[in-house]
């Protein structure tokens, strides 16, 4: 037994005895959404191949990996901060089952998602997670370890574990002292950053920095998280933006008025043609910032569309033919 426990990050028990005594199977999802949009259930599964499947598909962060390089713009290299200084910086914690949505934070809420309960089973750990025992899992290894070194930031002191409790992010049956000696015994064993995958060197992630990089240069005029779940959201967005333009060439408008009524500036050859050049953007600027707004909704809309159309046919293609 103490070989199949040897690599888990920690020896201490974490979950209860009666947990202990179920079939580890049971401590992974009730179901699965599979790469087909089906849904898939654990008794579907055949063993080891199938459970680091759906062990890496919980700790899958290949969006965070494709853009690793552009990391250092949207985070610091540091751990997160925990969850009581979250709530100082009037942060709501949501709850996702996406560890790369994991740690995102928006203005005024931080994506988490819950530990599952087979990270914190040691039996687990020996038998599905260990590089030298299982084919290809060094990845998963690394990102596991790293969702948990997260939590060993998150939850420091004993405050952020009742938060930790209250927002259901932990299972009920964790105890503060074990959770203090499990802590001790991951951090203690190695220096930690050379066993985690490198996403977790770094800790918060801005959204708007990843909406932008995905935005601009991974899935142009697609973000890493959408922001318009309505196409009325897609315009109030731009045209806000666009009004508040529109005030500020106002004002400098106004002020460029002002100034040619002056006599200093009435002779000034400079000030008259940047006034001019203005005066002209000012006319055909806002035009072209509608323009390009309705020609981005029409893409948007358009392709939409077309996916819709696409995914249903062959979905009911696939539904029909069973």
């Given at each position: 037994?103490?070989?199949?426990?040897?690599?888990?990050?920690?020896?201490?028990r974490?979950?209860?005895?009666?947990?202990?005594?179920?079939?580890?199977?049971?401590?992974?999802?009730?179901?699965?959404?599979?790469?087909?949009?089906?849904?898939?259930?654990?008794?579907?599964?055949?063993?080891?191949?199938?459970?680091?499947?759906?062990?890496?598909?919980?700790?899958?962060?290949?969006?965070?990996?494709?853009?690793?390089?552009?990391?250092?713009?949207?985070?610091?290299?540091?751990?997160?901060?925990?969850?009581?200084?979250?709530?100082?910086?009037?942060?709501?914690?949501?709850?996702?089952?996406?560890?790369?949505?994991?740690?995102?934070?928006?203005?005024?809420?931080?994506?988490?998602?819950?530990?599952?309960?087979?990270?914190?089973?040691q039996?687990?750990?020996?038998?599905?997670?260990?590089?030298?025992?299982?084919?290809?899992?060094?990845?998963?290894?690394?990102?596991?370890?790293?969702?948990?070194?997260?939590?060993?930031?998150?939850i420091?002191?004993?405050?952020?574990?009742?938060?930790?409790?209250?927002?259901?992010?932990?299972?009920?049956?964790?105890?503060?002292?074990?959770?203090?000696?499990?802590?001790?015994?991951?951090?203690?064993?190695s220096?930690i950053?050379?066993?985690?995958?490198r996403?977790?060197?770094?800790?918060?992630?801005?959204?708007?920095?990843?909406?932008?990089?995905?935005?601009?240069?991974?899935?142009?005029?697609?973000?890493?998280?959408?922001?318009?779940?309505?196409?009325?959201?897609?315009?109030?967005?731009?045209?806000?933006?666009?009004?508040?333009?529109?005030?500020?060439?106002?004002?400098?408008?106004?002020?460029?008025?002002?100034?040619?009524?002056?006599?200093?500036?009435?002779?000034?050859?400079?000030?008259?043609?940047?006034?001019?050049?203005?005066?002209?953007?000012?006319?055909?600027?806002?035009?072209?910032?509608?323009?390009?707004?309705?020609?981005?909704?029409?893409?948007?809309?358009?392709?939409?569309?077309?996916?819709?159309?696409?995914?249903?046919?062959?979905?009911?293609?696939?539904?029909?033919?069973?």
């Amino acid at each position: 037994m103490a070989q199949t426990h040897q690599c888990a990050p920690f020896t201490q028990r974490l979950l209860s005895d009666a947990s202990h005594e179920t079939d580890i199977l049971s401590l992974l999802p009730a179901s699965k959404r599979t790469e087909n949009d089906d849904l898939e259930c654990l008794t579907a599964i055949n063993q080891t191949a199938d459970v680091m499947r759906w062990a890496s598909a919980e700790v899958n962060i290949d969006r965070l990996d494709d853009i690793h390089d552009w990391l250092w713009m949207v985070g610091r290299p540091m751990p997160p901060r925990s969850l009581h200084h979250q709530r100082l910086l009037n942060r709501a914690i949501v709850v996702t089952e996406q560890l790369d949505l994991h740690l995102v934070w928006a203005s005024d809420r931080i994506f988490l998602k819950p530990l599952p309960r087979f990270l914190l089973e040691q039996r687990f750990w020996g038998k599905y997670l260990c590089p030298h025992e299982a084919p290809l899992a060094d990845t998963v290894h690394a990102r596991a370890l790293g969702f948990l070194f997260s939590y060993a930031a998150l939850i420091m002191h004993e405050s952020d574990f009742r938060i930790a409790k209250e927002a259901h992010l932990i299972p009920a049956e964790v105890q503060w002292a074990a959770w203090r000696v499990a802590v001790e015994q991951l951090l203690g064993a190695s220096f930690i950053y050379r066993r985690i995958d490198r996403r977790f060197h770094y800790g918060e992630l801005r959204l708007s920095r990843l909406n932008k990089i995905y935005f601009f240069w991974k899935t142009p005029l697609r973000g890493y998280m959408s922001r318009w779940n309505q196409y009325g959201s897609f315009f109030h967005d731009n045209f806000a933006l666009l009004a508040s333009s529109t005030v500020y060439i106002a004002v400098v408008l106004t002020a460029m008025q002002v100034g040619l009524a002056t006599e200093a500036l009435q002779s000034n050859v400079v000030f008259q043609s940047a006034s001019y050049g203005f005066t002209v953007f000012s006319i055909v600027g806002p035009l072209a910032a509608v323009a390009l707004v309705v020609v981005v909704f029409c893409y948007l809309f358009i392709s939409n569309w077309v996916a819709t159309l696409h995914y249903s046919r062959e979905r009911l293609e696939r539904i029909r033919g069973r």
